[in-house]
């Protein structure tokens, strides 16, 4: 059973400048609901009800979502308005929220290690809440935590993408075991096209051995200068102990514009007018 989630939310989002100048990134909101709202809502969805933020300077924001706010409970409280705070509700109701800050931003790699005082020495799921993943049937983490218990080890969940969109990513390749799951034994962080081995990426899903935090520890800067959970994980694929799945679902790059913009009007479309 993984009971813990690591929400890596220490980022800049210099791309949604000046929205992000003293918001964060993670609190844009799809319509109605921050982004970090819908994947804390995957998390508890997959039994990991203990939130672990790694946060940064200029996150408060994160934090007091996920907090009682008494003026405006005592202020609707009784009204037709208390309607529109009853999914917040419920994820504060279920949750446990952790944090602990980033105080350099040295990487991915470096974000998860640094959440390792929340975590300790148990299995764990990551989940990028710029990649927004939307299905009917169980989340994407859920999938994943069904694969974890079955075979025990690391896996990523990955898409297929076009070839000249392969730099964005982590990318892996690995022997096809049928069912969308490939056992890995390559993986690059964001390779040119003609150096990826496939056209397979990394979205921001993750289930992780406790191990990964000692290799993390020993793995030097790559790809940006950055500490990179992927080259922490191609140590792990080396010893076959990585899977990628193709997991079942929509997602959105929300971490872009355009697909910030594709997100939100598939939301409004299909989930909030639908919805209410
Ligand atoms: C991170 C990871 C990358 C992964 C991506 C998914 O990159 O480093 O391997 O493919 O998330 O969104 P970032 O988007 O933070 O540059």
């Not at 009853?86 to 931003?105: A, C």
């Not at 070839?163 to 890995?184: A, C, F």
């Amino acid at each position: 059973m993984i009971r813990k989630c690591l929400f890596p939310v220490a980022g800049y989002g210099t791309r949604f400048l000046p929205a992000t100048k003293s918001m964060p990134k993670e609190m844009l909101p799809i319509v109605n609901k921050p982004l970090v709202q819908y994947g804390v809502e995957e998390a508890i969805g997959a039994g990991m009800k203990n939130c672990a933020m790694v946060t940064g300077r200029g996150k408060r924001a994160i934090s007091d979502h996920f907090d009682i706010s008494y003026e405006l409970e005592h202020q609707i409280s009784g009204s037709s308005k208390e309607m529109y705070l009853e999914s917040i509700r419920g994820v504060l109701n279920e949750g446990i929220f952790t944090q602990v800050r980033q105080r350099e931003m040295k990487g991915l790699g470096h974000a998860i290690l640094t959440g390792e005082a929340l975590i300790g020495d148990e299995a764990f799921g990551v989940l990028l809440s710029d990649d927004l993943c939307l299905n009917d049937g169980p989340g994407v983490l859920s999938q994943m935590t069904e694969l974890y218990e079955e075979h025990q080890c690391s896996i990523v969940a990955i898409q297929e993408v076009p070839m000249d969109e392969v730099h964005k990513y982590g990318v892996i390749s690995g022997e096809d075991l049928g069912s969308g799951l490939y056992k890995v034994d390559d993986m690059v962080e964001k390779p040119s096209a003609e150096d990826a081995p496939s056209n397979l990426a990394i979205i921001g899903r993750y289930i992780l051995t406790p191990d990964i935090f000692d290799i993390l520890r020993s793995t030097e800067p790559g790809s940006g200068g950055e500490v990179q959970i992927t080259d922490a994980l191609q140590t792990q694929a080396r010893q076959g102990r990585v899977l990628a799945y193709k997991f079942k679902g929509l997602r959105f790059d929300c971490g872009t514009v355009p697909g910030f913009v594709e997100a939100t009007n598939y939301v409004y479309e299909n989930v909030y007018t639908n919805n209410g």
